[in-house]
């Protein structure tokens, strides 16, 4: 049978550890891994005037996505009157509406792409140089 013996509390010192992976990495002569400081990185100020950009961008575009979907949901909801009102055919204002729906995602993903290759990437390499780091 096995006994279990209660250690007192003060016993246990809290050591702490490096975590490793099969005591890679610990022992004597064991260096810290080198590598960009990512702490630096992120308290310096071009990282926030980066952060700045990119919430300048994507909080309003996210903001009027909402709005516009949510304007058509609710049209879809109360005003069916309007939404079935026929354009061409069988073609409703919901139906454009749905579609106009899925070509404002593609574009605004379109813009975003374009705006970040030549407003984000070019900052984020210049971070990225100034840490250190190779370029992709």
């Not at 909080?59 to 005003?79: D, G, R």
């Amino acid at each position: 049978m096995t006994e279990v013996v209660q250690s007192p509390a003060g016993a246990r010192a809290a050591v702490p550890r490096a975590a490793t992976f099969g005591g890679i990495g610990s022992g004597p002569g064991a260096q810290a891994p080198q590598g960009p400081d990512f702490a630096a990185i992120h308290d310096s100020a071009e990282f926030a005037a980066l952060r700045s950009r990119f919430r300048g961008f994507v909080f309003p575009m996210s903001a009027l996505f909402l709005v516009w979907y949510l304007t058509y949901v609710l049209l879809a909801a109360y005003a069916k009157d309007f939404m079935s009102t026929r354009v061409v055919g069988l073609v409703t204002v919901g139906l454009v509406f749905g579609m106009l729906q899925f070509a404002s995602t593609i574009a605004i993903t379109a813009l975003y792409v374009r705006w970040a290759r030549r407003q984000i990437d070019p900052r984020i390499a210049e971070i990225r140089a100034a840490a250190g780091v190779d370029a992709r």
